[in-house]
């Protein structure tokens, strides 16, 4: 894998960015929105400039050829990729940073570095990809003493396709294992996770699984969870392994208790992983809607239709707009079916009488590849090379972030205008300028839509923490009030803690403590996310 | 609700049982498959007769309008329904029964009941329609004097369907509910559950979710684990109350911890499940194969098509002989489409595709009900009526039972042959002759099917739970070994301990107990079921 590093700071690998064309397209939607012609700028430091601290502790001279105290490696996994992330990022503080990053090639390291972080009373983060947007990935040590030092465990070295059982269409992959890679080995057996977050180039599969990842298909299999077939997690008393089993009622489920742990209980080192062949057949397009509760309406028809599209996105007339998939007068549902065995005529079909049921019209496109252009390969596109505009934007002060949620179809329209006002009430608060808010569906289940909200609005450099902290909160605090989920697939981590901790049933979280001092006793892993120390 | 009360033995409620026809059929295909005229007969006692300890506890005052002693209740309260339960109830051996048997109306009486039961040291076995064929109801108390005394706490008082919401297709029911009453319920709102495991009658949704029940759907929504949206449970601590969230990605589902856990952290009081609206359209049949193992290659290709057949099963030709399906010559396919919204005939002529490429006829009946007649008609009715005839081939010393796992597809033909070679074997040796054992497939997966094993062998009075044991054994030593689950969907409870302990990995007993200590500190709640008290 001879392919360059992962930036420090920024989305992606060094020498990737939005080209001039995407830059310009970017600032035109900003200026359009804002009424503003001058940004003051500020420009992040150079690697080289970056101050950091001594690190705390040394290796152990058996684990030195793994470990790292380079400059590089300590800024490279001080943050993930969320919004105050940037800024701190941009204003080169890396106080956070760990002592030393460890590159574990094999379970035996991974157990050599929590024996050894247990004697050296240091915090141990797992790192995959980096690309966490709650906080979840940052080193830790607390105030208190506990921790005399951070290190962080970074699974890369750990990449690797084991086995492919092609009679059970499954696969077991190590958890270092980046989305393109793991895709690439696969693809000789005519086989696909086809699990595929935004971050897809820049996560891995243990990271998908700690953080119960959102993939591609935006009905069935919307979550990794339903994707793993079996587990190996090595905490600091041992490791698990749980069975192969395609389906099990024997007990509480194994796997359901560490999907999702994001790093606190152990490292995610292997999964076998449910495949599928590779889709032949495809039908698909984007259709018009003359409102975005109208295109829901439709979404709920078909989403209740068992027809189980692989993707069938709503993004409002706003969002649809901001993404060049729109004029700004509809909303566009992005639909399509995907097969390897059958034809989908009869599938697509029935999804559009659905559309039509609720006034929505096919885009003219019509080709079977409709989804690859016109709208849909507009929105495709963006949602792609987004994530690569923020470090640009945030030189400006500008203020854009997400939250993602998940409510029952009865409450949707009312939680929708509730989440949306309180934002945009509080972006005016917070900034003295009108902002926007803007709202997409990235999956749908037949009881009720995942709507994902985006904010953009003009910060001041030196208040931009603040500035979005406010922002957030107000969004998060009416998703909870409202009855959502904080989150539907970016996961809980740090950021997401004082609502994770209203929604989550008070007595649950006792049992994952309890579950947390049976499996990591002395609390090396990721102390803060999910639970407290 | 003026049906007559359940049964204390044998399956259903009191005047129930097999017709004369059936129960001669049954006896011809014993007597044929075991060239036996003559079976010593025993009789189970009456309820007069059956003798009882005196209750060693009295309920305080303000429990006694829902508390009984009687009779009755104290034996209907004593077993489940396993063989070996059978078998102690033929004996007269009730030494098991609870000193008192509570019908909670509310969720205070439940929360009363757990605090009067850790006052006076009793164990709290929560009753559902008491169809574990597990061990899983059966009242405890160790040798060791952590317990005085047994209470069961039935749940059929709270049985209400308390809210419907037509729009997210979801209902909010009480656990107590049994299978027809909230589905009388659902019917005037154009709803369904549809979830129809073979106990359905004599069961209720509490029960089905501690015990992750398999359903009506032979794909897709095979456990009820997917129908819950949402869950109340009351713990000796509290009360645990998740969201109602069509999707969500916050950390470890606490859904998930709580379903499945047989009793052992609290008593579901409620849940908000999913539901389907009434299916309008049809398409189906049975498929004659030359062979069980054909039958399961056209099942692969099904099931990895992204088809979701609402049923698929598959019948070994012995099992589809003793069932009626078939004639013994030819493994038999039962295939069902259904849908509310839309008709099959793209999905069935696919499916059938796949049968034809696997030598598969679909056999004449052809009409779009033909899954109510013919071949799976037959088979239809054989599920449902057969649990009647245990009672009565019981008396006469026939031995037979099920287990059920599941297991990838690579492994499915070589697991088979061993775990029917081993449980055959079994029966040689511990009855002297020969007995069967039969295979069919319950619910399909992408990655591997559901076997699920039926053994017939002729026993001995004075023996049968030894004889019974050796050959149960057998088949899951051979399971385990092979790599399977102790139980796709009848539970864990006390019966499979041996087999989920070598199952489990031990560092998620540990973490589950640890959560059992957090929500249930004085191990009041099914003490041995899952883990040791």
Redesign the interface.
Known sequence: MAQPRLKHFGWGREGEGITPEEEAFVWARIRERFRIDEFAEVKPPRLDEIELHPPRVKPPTSLAPIASTERYDRAAHTYGKSYPDYVRGLLGDYAAAPDIVVYPRNERDVAAVLDWAEAAQASVTPFGGGSSVVGGVEPRIDGLGRYQAAVTLDLRDMHRVIEV??????ARIEGGAFGPALEAELKPHGLTLRHFPQSFEFSTLGGWIA????GHFAT?Y??IDDLV?SLRVV?P??????????????????D???????GI?GIITEAWV?LQ?RPHFRAGGAVRFPGFFTAARAL?AIA?????PANCRILDPQEAYNTGAGDGTAAIMVLAFE????PL???MA?ALECCRDHAGELEPAGAADAHREGAAGRWRNAFIRMPYARERTIERGILNDTFET?????RFEGFHDGVKAATEQAIRDATGHEGQVTCRFT????????PYFTFHAAGRHGGLIEQWHAIKSAGLDAVIAG??????????GRD?RPW?DR???P??A??????K???DPHSLLNPGV?IDA
Chains 1, 2 share one sequence.
């Open positions: 059982d092609r009679t059970s269409r499954a953080t119960r990842s959102g069935l919307t979550h077939e905490t008393r041992g490791a698990i392994e749980t069975r192969r089993l395609p389906g099990s009622g024997a007990g509480p489920s194994p359901r208790l560490l999907i999702g742990s994001e209980l449910r062949a709920r209740q239709a068992g027809l189980y097969s390897a065995d059958h005529e009869a599938w029935r998940s409510i029952t179809w009865e999956h749908v289940y037949p009881d009720g839509p995942a009855g959502g989920t904080v989150t539907h697939h970016h996961a809980v997401h994770y929604q989550r049933p007595l649950f006792e049992a994952l403590k309890a579950a001092r049976a499996l999910l």
